[in-house]
């Protein structure tokens, strides 16, 4: 089975002591291909150094609701110029991590709606895919994305919303980003939408070094853990761990416009 890891945070000082060992077993396990997600412009540059050392990864650099309050104005502005100077770099893949996240209350909505819409324009104009993040923020994301009208899509990533949500997100032309949340046994709710999910609007992802899956609780998540990700999900939507490795690895090359 050939995978793709949608997003993963590699570069995180978690993966310091044993980064060549760990992408060396995720490789063994068929795990070809990696995404690294920078969330503010202090992480940029060491994403861009550890995907520049591994041909099989690809970046992705966004502005993350979560850390707001770090964020300055001129980051917006040097998250345009990191594009510009990239600009059609294979390894350059995505806008993102970007998003809401009404999960902490904190968080200034209007600062996030804002900071968001900035970099879906971005996105736009640079026609790279966007990844986005969404914690308790479904309507408000999928109002904004309705207006904006991307002609390029991307990934809502971590997944965990109602079947209407889905419809809309995939009528929008995203897929849906499926990790390790899913595997555990009390995920009601997503086992009952796992089941009535197409397969070609679904990507798998870790979120490395958070959301372990139920199979590796409370420890480090890796791309290493998702062929195990792959045949819980699968054994939920009841076909092969084939299929939907398959599905799923086409559908990141089709978001990722890669061969």
Same mark, same amino acid.
């Given at each position: 089975?050939?995978l ?8 995180? @000082? ?7 060992? !760990? ?6 396990l #068929? /795990? ?6 920078? *969330? ?10 550890? /995907? ?7 970046a ?8 707001l ?13 990191? !594009? +510009?100077?990239?600009? #059609?770099?294979?390894? $350059? &893949? ?6 809401l996240?009404?999960?902490?209350? +904190? ?7 804002? %900071?968001?819409?900035?970099? %879906?324009q ?5 026609? %790279? ?11 408000? *994301?999928?109002? +904004? %994305?309705?207006? $904006? =009208?991307? =002609?390029?899509a ?5 997944f965990a ?9 995939? =009528?929008? #032309? ?15 709710r ?13 990507? $798998?992802?870790?979120?490395s ?8 609780? #409370?420890?480090r998540?890796?791309?290493?853990? !998702?062929?195990?990700? &792959?045949?819980?999900?699968a ?5 092969? @761990? ?6 799923? +690895?086409?559908?990141? &090359? ?6």
């Amino acid at each position: 089975m050939e995978l793709i890891d949608s997003h993963t945070h590699l570069d995180f @000082p978690d993966f310091d002591a044993d980064r060549p060992a !760990l992408l060396a077993e995720s490789r063994a396990l #068929g /795990v070809r291909r990696m995404v690294v997600l920078g *969330v503010y412009e202090g992480n940029w540059q060491r994403v861009w150094d550890l /995907v520049q050392s591994d041909a099989d990864l690809y970046a992705a650099f966004g502005l993350h609701p979560v850390y707001l309050d770090q964020h300055r104005p001129e980051d917006l502005s040097a998250l345009g110029d990191w !594009l +510009t100077r990239l600009r #059609g770099h294979q390894q $350059l &893949c995505a806008v993102g991590e970007i998003g809401l996240d009404y999960f902490i209350e +904190t968080l200034d909505r209007e600062r996030q709606q804002s %900071l968001f819409e900035a970099q %879906l324009q971005l996105a736009a104009d640079f026609e %790279l895919p966007a990844l986005i993040h969404v914690r308790r923020s479904h309507a408000a *994301v999928i109002a +904004t %994305l309705k207006r $904006l =009208k991307l =002609k390029r899509a991307g990934i809502i990533h971590a997944f965990a919303g109602s079947r209407e949500e889905a419809r809309e997100y995939i =009528k929008l #032309g995203f897929k849906l980003g499926l990790g390790g949340a899913p595997t555990w046994p009390q995920a009601l709710r997503m086992h009952r939408v796992l089941a009535e999910l197409p397969l070609e609007s679904i990507v $798998l992802e870790t979120d490395s070094p958070d959301m372990a899956p139920a199979m590796f609780p #409370g420890v480090r998540n890796t791309p290493a853990h !998702l062929p195990a990700i &792959c045949a819980a999900l699968a054994e939920w939507m009841k076909i092969s @761990p084939e299929q939907l490795a398959a599905a799923s +690895t086409a559908n990141s &090359c089709e978001v990722f416009g890669w061969q």
